[in-house]
T-cell receptor, first 115, second 111 residues
Framework: ETGVTQTPRHLVMGMTNKKSLKCEQH?????MYWYKQSAKKPLELMFV???????ENNSVPSRFSPECPNSSHLFLHLHTLQPEDSALYLC??????????????FGSGTRLTVV | GEDVEQSLFLSVREGDSSVINCTYT??????LYWYKQEPGAGLQLLTY?????DMKQDQRLTVLLNKKDKHLSLRIADTQTGDSAIYFC???????????FGQGTTLQVKP
């Protein structure tokens, strides 16, 4: 157990479905992140939350909607996705945004397949 | 801008040393990291080095940093089959505080 837990581990959804990815950390960290990992592409930072406020949104399509109700939980709500959105979605946390002395702690990811 | 580059693939024999290389462009990098990703798993922090250091050793791992050339390397001594994974180089800078990753180097260890 890495300290960052993501559910579900695998998700298959149709293009008209609505689903949510969940991330949970109990490390006392104040910053949380969503990354997208596609085959043969660098890790893409999608969203950053610091103290429950969104501080970064890297031109992500609106069909991805993040939510951070408290510093321990982060969600990624998905709707009307496209097949090219199929990827591994990784959640990470750190003590503070910009305070990366010890790097980020990653979850195991959710493998998303859009059909 | 920030850019981190790595070679994509390295193959070694069990027992040999592996050296994975990384170059970065941002001279304001503060910390540099090596992460390991095993199949079906997330990223695991292996080690990190502060930008005012030029070497760090941790058991079988040796990190070398050449700040002048913006070059970072990870040496794994006595490489084992369990070391087969994707290794990511990453940096944070004082400008953004964000963690920027390279494309990852796939290490294949042959018995």
């Amino acid at each position: 157990e890495t300290g960052v837990t993501q559910t579900p581990r695998h998700l298959v959804m149709g293009m008209t479905n609505k689903k949510s990815l969940k991330c949970e950390q109990h490390l006392g960290h104040n910053a949380m992140y969503w990354y997208k990992q596609s085959a043969k592409k660098p890790l893409e930072l999608m969203f950053v939350y610091s103290l429950e406020e969104r501080v970064e949104n890297n031109s992500v399509p609106s069909r991805f909607s993040p939510e951070c109700p408290n510093s321990s939980h982060l969600f990624l709500h998905l709707h009307t996705l496209q097949p090219e959105d199929s990827a591994l979605y990784l959640c990470a946390s750190s003590q503070g945004f910009g305070d990366s002395n010890y790097g980020y702690t990653f979850g195991s990811g959710t493998r998303l397949t859009v059909v | 801008g920030e850019d981190v580059e790595q070679s994509l693939f390295l193959s070694v024999r069990e027992g040999d040393s592996s050296v994975i290389n990384c170059t970065y462009t941002d001279s304001s990098s503060t910390y540099l990291y090596w992460y390991k990703q095993e199949p079906g798993a997330g990223l695991q922090l292996l080690t990190y080095i502060f930008s005012n250091m030029d070497m760090k050793q941790d058991q079988r791992l040796t990190v070398l940093l050449n700040k002048k050339d913006k070059h970072l390397s990870l040496r794994i001594a006595d490489t084992q089959t369990g070391d087969s994974a994707i290794y990511f180089c990453a940096e944070t800078t004082s400008n953004t505080g964000k963690l920027i990753f390279g494309q990852g180097t796939t290490l294949q260890v042959k018995p």
